[in-house]
């Protein structure tokens, strides 16, 4: 009978014991392990690249992703025209040239920066290819022939639904669609 209750005591301390990180998950919370032994400590950032490409919150610290997307060089835009405008709203936002380069891409393959570009099978509209077009009214009345209008709408679009230019230019290269 003793050596049964031990046993029972034995075997219930182990699963105790394997089961605690199940039930506290934040038993050593903002540290991460690298494959290499390195650790990083809770008040440094770090950047863990993946395929998903979401921000995991836990607590006080974050994980974020880098872009990984790679777009081609492009020159500096002719003065005027819809490519010089977007680098001048990207600027403004505090991007650098990296994501003007993505954005370039994005929208030379979405419309080829023609503010008149109509999809004919989706009927998404313009510079930033919106779907349905007449969400861009939200940036004005002039949406269907402004510019300007169009890629501060597309450049708000973009950075409500993947934060940066580059995020939305490496969606569109996995997906073929942002």
């Keep these: 009978m003793r050596d049964r209750l031990l046993s029972f005591l034995a075997l ?8 605690w990180p199940l039930v506290n998950p934040h038993l050593d919370p903002a540290s991460a392990y690298f ?8 008040t440094q950032e770090f ?7 979401q921000i995991i919150r836990d607590g006080s610290w974050s994980v974020t992703r880098a872009a990984s997307a790679t777009a081609p060089a492009v020159g500096t835009p002719d003065p005027g025209s819809a490519q010089a405008i977007a680098r001048e709203l990207v600027v403004a936002r505090g ?7 993505c954005l370039h891409a994005l929208w030379s393959r979405e419309s080829g ?12 509209y313009g510079i930033p290819q919106a779907l349905p ?10 949406w269907a022939t402004n510019p300007e209008t169009q890629i501060r709408w597309g450049l708000g679009y973009i950075d409500a639904r993947y934060g940066t230019p580059c995020a939305a230019w490496e969606h569109s290269e996995a997906k073929n669609w942002y």
């Design 35 to 42: 494959a290499h032994g390195e650790e990083v400590g809770d």
């Design 47 to 53: 950047t863990v690249t993946g395929d998903a490409g």
């Design 133 to 142: 077009a007449t969400k861009m009214a939200s940036a004005g009345d002039d």
């Design 95 to 101: 991007l650098d040239d990296t994501e003007y380069r």
């Design 113 to 124: 920066w023609n503010h008149f570009a109509q999809n004919p099978s989706s009927g998404a």
């Design 12 to 19: 219930g301390s182990v699963a105790a014991f394997l089961a």
